[in-house]
């Protein structure tokens, strides 16, 4: 490795840690925390309470078991529909990311762990040729990040959608749909639409929907 490809990481790495750090502290915990002080120690204890909030108020082996459970109920249909395929049929599966893919609030890391029963699901799915896309409202500046967190992980990322700054003032719902469309529009069937949050699933656009538990919006 090259001393300028080590320093573009290096700089990389540092963005994505900022980057991840803010969608994982809650806007008041981050304000308090720019209100006492600027300090990196200050920064760590805000992650850490924000772990320890989330990790007390959903137990992670109660939430793993609930993934499961709904896992459960979409691989047989998926091996049902991937079996259906018509001649030359372009099948697709849209996942959300935040607590879908990835286990986004147990804990922090980089990269995130993957959600495993999403992800074993996912594994069978694009080794039948199922194409893996994932729609996330995290905002543009860490797409490069994410998507190499899903590949890291073992998700065949087909394509990643993120938020532009004029997608930050749409309607997530909203925005979700139109980009579940776009997918359509490149000549995909959508078998599945896989989420955590009613604004994932909505608006249509794919055959059958998943949810998984969000346990009343306490995960993102």
Not at 2 to 19: E, H, N
Not at 33 to 62: K, L, N
Not at 140 to 148: D, L, M, N, R
């Amino acid at each position: 490795m090259t001393r300028g490809t080590w320093t573009r990481r290096t700089a990389l790495t540092a963005v994505t840690t900022a980057a991840l750090t803010a969608l994982a502290v809650p806007a008041g915990a981050q304000a308090a925390t720019a209100a006492t002080t600027g300090t990196a120690t200050a920064r760590t204890a805000a992650v850490s309470t924000s772990v320890a909030t989330a990790s007390t108020a959903v137990d992670y082996g109660t939430w793993q078991q609930d993934c499961q459970s709904v896992m459960d109920q979409a691989l047989p249909y998926l091996k049902d529909r991937i079996a259906a395929a018509e001649p030359g049929e372009k099948q697709a599966i849209v996942f959300d990311v935040d607590n879908t893919t990835l286990e986004t609030d147990f804990g922090f890391s980089y990269p995130q762990p993957a959600n495993k029963p999403v992800l074993n699901v996912a594994e069978y799915a694009q080794e039948h040729g199922v194409a893996l896309f994932f729609v996330t409202a995290r905002p543009g500046i860490i797409a490069w990040p994410t998507e190499y967190n899903l590949e890291h992980d073992g998700y065949d990322v087909s394509g990643l959608y993120v938020r532009g700054l004029l997608d930050l003032f749409k309607d997530v719902a909203a925005y979700k749909t139109a980009q579940r469309v776009d997918i359509e529009n490149k000549g995909y069937t959508i078998i599945a639409n896989i989420g955590n949050s009613a604004t994932d699933l909505s608006g249509g656009h794919a055959e059958k929907t998943f949810k998984l538990p969000d346990y009343d919006g306490q995960l993102s």
